[in-house]
Structure formats: structure tokens, C-alpha cells
């Protein structure tokens, strides 16, 4: 039982340079998420998407690209890191994030990324 | 706007203890719903319970309970007989009903159970 599936585990990066975090999940889950996990201040969520072919931003977007080209798939994008980009990284998936469901979220097991 | 409020950083007990997580929530919305996840040391993050704002009910699973109450906006969530294996953050988190969903995430207790 696959899940969801992030690569890499960990990352170690320099500013400015770029890097993509891959997210796959097995459940055809239409709802697609990514959180990043800070000390101090819980998961906030940075982009969604409901579909493929449909994203939106979350609560701390900047610096952050997604894509959802298939239902499987939605990468999370590092277009120039910086420091502040240091943080646990998690995917999440659910049957559906609309309205009226109740949208259990199945996560990842996180991806841990330091920009120096 | 939505917020989740776990007030308590860290608590540390010794196993057999019982122990009471909180949990704060506001929001303006009648409908919500409400889970609670744990983060072991591993990193993980496993779904434990969801509650909806209709069910006041309290549950129990095992060595676990959760105390769900709309008058207070509460949902705590008690470990009865703690063990070592308990010990993990935490993590309430609340979701609307209306437009797109996102979970709000409260900041997360660190629970340490001691042998």
C-alpha cells in the first residue's frame, strides 16, 4: 500500500537554486495538497489543487510553483530558494476537497529541505 | 477567520498517567468539521479522528477519548493508561464546509511519556 509518496526525504540546497519536490498518490484521490511544517507554527498550506489541471494558492504561497497534469502526480516547485524556504515539507491527498465531504487528508511521510 | 488554539507547548508525563491534550477552536461557520492527527518521532502524520459539528457525541477508541464541545469550541482529546509509544506531537485541526476545504492546523502539543 503505496499511499502518498514524496521524493527526496531530504534536500540540501543553496540560495537561488531550484529544485522540485515529488508528490504521487495511488488512491485516485482528487484532492491534492502541500503544507510545510515549521517549528512553532503547524502545517500551513501552500498550494491545492482539485483536479487535474486545477490549482490554487494556499495560505503561504510565494516562492512556491505547482502543476497537476495527471490525478497522480503534483509537484511542488522551488523556483530560486532561500533560507526561509528551510521548513518539512508534507503532500497530502483526499477523495475529494470540496464542499460537503468530509475530506479526510492522507499525508505523506515529509520531505525535509535546508537552503543555505 | 478560521483558528485552531492548542495552548499547551509540551507535557510531560510518566507512563500509566492520563493525559489531556486541548484544543481551541474558532470559527463562524455552522458547519465544520474537526481532527485530530499525531506526528511520532518518525515524522509521520496519521490521521487519529474526525468529528463533524453536528455530533457532539464524546468517542472512545481504545485508550483514547475525545471531549467535543461546541459551548466552549473545545475538542480535547485525553490518553488514558499513557505509554511510551504515545509519545508524538499532536496536532488539532479544523476544516469549513463552505467554498474549497483546507485544514487549519493549531501549532501542535508535544506529548513525552517517560518510563
Known amino acids: 500500500n503505496a499511499g502518498v509518496t514524496q521524493t527526496p526525504k531530504f534536500q540540501v540546497l543553496k540560495t537561488g537554486q531550484s529544485m522540485t519536490l515529488q508528490c504521487a498518490q495511488d488512491?485516485?484521490?482528487?484532492?491534492m495538497s502541500w503544507y510545510r511544517q515549521d517549528p512553532g507554527m503547524g502545517l500551513r498550506l501552500i498550494h491545492y489543487?482539485?483536479?487535474?489541471?486545477?490549482?490554487d494558492q494556499g495560505e503561504v504561497p510565494n516562492g512556491y510553483n505547482v502543476s497537476r497534469s495527471t490525478t497522480e502526480d503534483f509537484p511542488l516547485r522551488l523556483l530560486s530558494a532561500a533560507p526561509s524556504q528551510t521548513s518539512v515539507y508534507f503532500c497530502?491527498?483526499?477523495?475529494?476537497?470540496?464542499?460537503?465531504?468530509?475530506?479526510?487528508?492522507?499525508f505523506g511521510e515529509g520531505s525535509r529541505l535546508t537552503v543555505l | 477567520a478560521q483558528k485552531v488554539t492548542q495552548a499547551q507547548t509540551e507535557i510531560s508525563v510518566v507512563e500509566k498517567e492520563d493525559v489531556t491534550l486541548d484544543c481551541v477552536y474558532e470559527?463562524?461557520?455552522?458547519?465544520?468539521?474537526l481532527f485530530w492527527y499525531k506526528q511520532p518521532p518518525s515524522g509521520e502524520l496519521v490521521f487519529l479522528i474526525r468529528?463533524?459539528?453536528?455530533?457532539?457525541q464524546n468517542e472512545i477508541s481504545g485508550r483514547y477519548s475525545w471531549n467535543f464541545q461546541k459551548s466552549t469550541s473545545s475538542f480535547n482529546f485525553t490518553i488514558t493508561a499513557s505509554q511510551v509509544v504515545d509519545s508524538a506531537v499532536y496536532f488539532c485541526?479544523?476544516?469549513?464546509?463552505?467554498?474549497?476545504?483546507?485544514?487549519?492546523f493549531g501549532t501542535g502539543t508535544r506529548l513525552l511519556v517517560s518510563p
Open positions: 497530502a491527498s483526499s477523495y475529494s476537497g470540496l464542499a460537503g465531504t468530509t475530506g479526510e487528508l492522507f
Open positions: 488512491m485516485n484521490h482528487e484532492y
Open positions: 489543487s482539485v483536479g487535474a489541471g486545477i490549482t
Open positions: 470559527t463562524r461557520d455552522t458547519t465544520y468539521y
Open positions: 468529528r463533524n459539528s453536528f455530533d457532539e
Open positions: 485541526a479544523l476544516r469549513m464546509n463552505t467554498g474549497f476545504q483546507k485544514l487549519v
